[in-house]
């Protein structure tokens, strides 16, 4: 099994449609939880950081981590197509060597017009 | 991505040959990192840097090796080069706990 979970997808919404994204993890040691966003053909870019349990918002995006389900999400609200892209979830332990992020292997996400 | 270069950007390369990847930062951070990124495996780690000279390896180290001669350089170098190695290669750097900043990426294909 591994560390991280995340459907692969791909998962294809209307524009303007609210979407969730979401990873399971097993490793209870996770502290720092991140979301990426990867376009095709190019580097992933940070898009949410949260730091422990709770909830982050920023614009369309809301992070939630519950730590007590080893579970998180992203929620994009009022998707436009420019969000059509392949997110990673990613976690880390802390910090050192232990910086180290585990990827989801991302889902794939498609906004049609 | 800005602060942080890779090269080359494509390579095709032979069965058995060395091949040395390169990612260089103007950022100054002191965590570099090489990243695979393969269809159903999302991102591995390969190896990673906390400081000059200073490196450790990752999930699928076998088959590669790094230097860190210099805070800004980072070299990925497939010893002898194996089809199962063509994938995409990543590199990041980081700053402590902030997230990572990765490169475009390096598509290699080994035939």
């Known amino acids: 099994q591994k560390e991280v979970e995340q459907d692969p997808g791909p998962l294809s919404v209307p524009e303007g449609a609210i979407v969730s994204l979401n990873c399971t993890y097993s490793?209870?040691?996770?502290?720092?939880f991140m979301w990426y966003r990867q376009y095709s053909r190019k580097g992933p870019e940070l898009l949410m950081y949260?730091?422990?349990?709770g909830n982050k918002e920023d614009g369309r995006f809301t992070a939630q981590v519950d730590k007590s389900s080893k579970y998180i999400s992203l929620f994009i609200r009022d998707s436009q197509p420019s969000d059509s892209a392949t997110y990673l979830c990613?976690?880390?332990?802390?910090?050192?060597?232990?910086?180290?992020?585990?990827f989801g292997t991302g889902t794939r996400l498609q906004v049609t017009l | 991505d800005a602060g942080i270069t890779q090269s080359p950007r494509h390579k095709v390369t032979e069965t058995g040959t060395p091949v040395t990847l390169r990612c260089h930062q103007t950022?100054?951070?002191?965590?570099m990192y090489w990243y695979r990124q393969d269809p159903g495996h999302g991102l591995r780690l390969i190896h990673y840097?906390?400081?000059?000279?200073?490196?450790d390896k990752g999930e699928v180290s076998d088959g590669y090796s790094v230097s860190r001669s210099k805070t800004e350089d980072f070299l990925l170098t497939l010893e002898s080069a194996t089809s199962s190695q063509t994938s995409v290669y990543f590199c990041?750097?980081?700053?402590?706990?902030?997230?990572?900043?990765f490169g475009s990426g390096t598509r290699l294909t080994v035939v």
């Open positions: 990041a750097i980081s700053e402590g706990m902030d997230g990572y900043t």
């Open positions: 490793n209870s040691a996770f502290q720092y």
């Open positions: 949260t730091y422990s349990s």
């Open positions: 990613a976690m880390s332990g802390g910090g050192g060597t232990a910086s180290k992020l585990t």
């Open positions: 950022e100054n951070h002191r965590y």
């Open positions: 840097s906390y400081g000059v000279k200073d490196t």
